[in-house]
């Protein structure tokens, strides 16, 4: 019973910071790296951001790069997405991501909006 919750989307101006949780439960969140994906409208889901299990190292999407943050917090059990310089082009629902035993799980995604 992997479960992921993400919260945090919203409405935002161009320029705007918006930041993004995912709380995770059902596994040993500690040991697994956790990604962020999003899915603008009218085209396919695309990975954002990862994170390693402890941390230490982080990979980004180029469109992404120098303006968002991937972050856990292991003991709360949750990973964070702080996006800076938001764009319209940044419009999309945002999930959540992890892969156990092969198997990829996915939280309900959370919408954010950039717009003046």
């Known amino acids: 019973q992997v479960q992921l919750v993400e919260s945090g989307g919203g409405l935002v101006q161009p320029g705007g910071t918006l930041r993004l949780s995912c709380a995770a439960s059902?596994?040993?969140?500690?040991?697994?790296?956790m990604y962020w994906y999003r899915q603008p409208p009218g085209k396919e889901r695309e990975l954002v951001a990862r994170?390693?299990?402890?941390?230490?190292?982080?990979n980004y999407a180029n469109s992404v790069k120098g303006r968002f943050t991937i972050s856990r917090d292991n003991a709360k059990r949750t990973v964070y997405l702080r996006m800076n310089s938001l764009k319209p082009e940044d419009t999309a629902v945002y999930y959540c991501?992890?892969?156990?035993?092969?198997?990829?799980?996915w939280g309900q995604g959370t919408q954010v909006t950039v717009s003046s």
């Open positions: 991501h992890v892969v156990l035993r092969a198997e990829d799980y």
């Open positions: 059902g596994f040993t969140f500690s040991t697994y790296a």
């Open positions: 994170i390693s299990s402890g941390g230490s190292s982080t």
